[in-house]
């Protein structure tokens, strides 16, 4: 048992437990995470970084950052940052909709056999779980 610390003598190496077979995702799937990322990107956190960094704009027109002219960056950084995340987390149930569509899809086949593991924001807050679910799509 080379390579294990001293769990091994114990019967515990974990070098040695077995993994199982990851599924190989078909041409299918690889297609519709290329199109879901694509289209995430230029119609939902494009069009949401365009609009939070357009009212970081009209605040810095405005004035409000005369008095600390160093949070500016961190302002248009925050704005594009925020839209990014925004924008891809709005498109979720639209590419979940994408995989469901598909006819030889290894994800389908994973939100058809668990269905109640849905795309989704989660927030911890000391032992409790806040989750916002998307809507059943029809």
């Known amino acids: ?7 091994a003598q114990m019967g515990f190496c974990p070098h040695e437990t077995p993994r199982s077979e990851k599924p190989r995702l078909t041409a299918e799937d ?8 694509s289209e995430s990107f230029w119609w939902g956190s494009f069009p949401l970084m ?3 960094s357009t009212i970081v704009a009209s605040l810095q027109y405005q004035g409000s950052f005369e008095e600390k002219p160093g949070s500016l960056i961190a302002s248009y950084l925050a704005a594009g940052f925020l839209g990014f995340l925004g924008g891809r987390l ?11 569509e598909l006819d030889d899809s290894r994800v389908k086949d994973f939100f058809v056999q668990n269905p109640t593991k849905r795309p989704g924001p989660r927030f911890y807050f ?5 989750k916002f ?5 029809p």
Do not use: V
């Open 90 to 100: 709005m498109y979720m149930g639209k590419c979940r909709q994408m995989f469901l």
């Open 50 to 52: 365009a609009g939070a």
């Open 126 to 130: 000391g032992g409790y779980t806040l």
């Open 1 to 7: 048992r080379a390579g294990c610390s001293s769990l």
């Open 30 to 37: 690889m297609a519709a995470f290329r199109r879901c990322r």
């Open 133 to 137: 679910a998307l809507p059943d799509q």
